[in-house]
């Protein structure tokens, strides 16, 4: 019979009483209750049962005995640096009819100008024969105060796609306010089909975190809108997302309950909790934050009445926790023609890689490769680590670069309850 060795990107957890492994190299998980008591990581050479060996082996768990998961592993990260797609987050205008109360932006900027939108066209037309994809994530501001520039740019990029023979398609990370059912239509014949939504909790606490620039609430005209956004029968998905301060917990079983009635049935609507975080360290709030270990009796409980969160095993799959920042083949075009790395840290000089001129990129590569040089490449920490395969210690290079050192997705802490989460 033949030998494996056991693969050095596993993980052991339970779930509803059944013992499971998970690769974090292949992405995939097994079911092992029959050998929950062996202690696999001290075993080479392992022998089964042959349905279970040929089980683990094409889960990636068990290996052939002279297969090299370092050259797995390099092979992994040069297929995603390499995956031909180009990654556009655009800023049509870095204006807002918000003031949240958290919100880290200025709003210095307005709309963006001709000239700068020619330069885009110009530049994506010299750049987009190196590239089999382009997906552009439309971001402010808010963006649909310039939804007209989102129209005109979007009508002129799909004729380049088309002129490259490139796949294209875009998401948009929008407040909701702007979003009537005629401006959605408009957005889905730009090929926006992803959308970012926030709601802080139920209408109570909702309206007063994310507040209108006259101070007023926005909770009815959002889920208004999104009930409208339930009745196309187009495809799309929308991700509602929730910012939870310890305020928001007071309405929050309130909140997921209406959301599980009047979204439940339609999984094009996805519910995701996040942790309010002063991600740039010039948060000025009144607000109570919380740690991401507050979000899970939440999480359990919306598991238990049927809302679903399989759309988080994207997040644990090879990659899926690198930070966009961290991609070569990324970058934020700010509405005045200006290049950054990241959205949270515009005021950061060290965000600041270039700018669009004549129709070209002007790039600081020294400036960029901070950002993209940094983790699997450079930390010990991280090319031993058995989640390496996931984030690759680029999960937030921002904090890397503000603290010298590798940050560790949150996720992690708490890496038991998030596969559980996602176990039927």
Known sequence: MKKYKYSKYNYKYTSNNHTYIYNTLSGMNAEVNSISNIKLPEKNNIIFSEGLNEQLHSAGILLDSNVNEELLLTQL??????????????????????????????????????SV??????????????????????????????????????????????????????????????????????????????YQITLDGAKETHDKQRINVNHKG???????????????????????RTNISKE??????????????????????????????DLTGTLHTTIDLCDTYCLFQYYKYAKSIGISFDFYKSMFK????????????AMVIGSDGKIYKCTVAFNNPVNTIGELKNGKALIDYEKKLLWEQNGFETSIKCTTCKFSPICF???????????????????????NTYLQLMHK
Request: overall charge neutral.
């Open 77 to 114: 990260f040069y297929n995603y640096e390499n995956n031909g797609e180009l990654f556009l987050i655009i800023l049509p205008t870095e204006q807002c009819n918000l003031r949240c109360i958290y919100c880290y932006e200025d709003f210095k900027n307005g709309i963006m100008s001709t």
């Open 117 to 194: 939108q020619e330069n885009l066209l110009i530049f994506l037309d010299s750049i987009l024969p190196h590239y089999k994809r382009l997906y552009i994530s439309w971001f402010g501001g808010e963006p649909l105060l310039a939804v007209n520039i989102i129209e005109k740019l979007s009508a002129e990029i799909i004729k380049l796609s088309v002129k490259h023979q490139i796949d294209f398609h875009a998401g948009i990370t929008t407040n909701g306010t702007l979003l009537s059912s005629e401006i959605f239509e408009r957005l889905l014949n730009c090929r926006i089909y992803d």
């Open 393 to 415: 210690g680029k999960f937030c290079p921002l904090e890397k670069i503000i603290n010298k050192k590798e940050p560790c997705p949150p996720f992690y802490k708490y890496i």
């Open 218 to 240: 926005t909770f009815d005209v959002i889920y208004r809108n999104l009930l409208d956004m339930k009745k196309s029968d187009k495809q799309f998905g929308v991700i509602l």
């Open 248 to 277: 928001t917990t007071t309405s929050l079983y309130n909140y997921i309950d209406n959301i599980k009635n009047d979204f439940g049935d339609d999984k094009r609507f996805m519910l995701h909790f996040v942790a309010i975080a």
């Open 318 to 329: 090879p990659t899926g926790m690198i930070c966009y920042a961290a991609n070569p083949n």
